[in-house]
């Protein structure tokens, strides 16, 4: 039996990379970055806002329960 020769078998053959391309300029000054936006307060929500998901629990729940 013939081992085969890896040249015969290889789909790179005649490849040939392209030399590597040169690395930009860094500048070497420090970067001046300006602070973030203050956050806005933040506004109290409803009491309806706030039981809602409560509301929404006890109706799953007793729709469960029947």
Do not use: C, F, K
């Amino acid at each position: 039996m013939r081992t085969a020769n890896i040249d015969e078998w290889s789909a790179t053959i005649g490849h040939r990379r392209r030399p590597r391309a040169a690395r930009p300029v860094v500048p070497v000054s420090d970067l001046q970055i300006a602070p973030p936006p203050e956050l806005a307060r933040a506004v109290p929500q409803s009491l309806l806002l706030r039981l809602l998901p409560a509301v929404m629990v006890v109706a799953v729940i007793g729709a469960n329960v029947t």
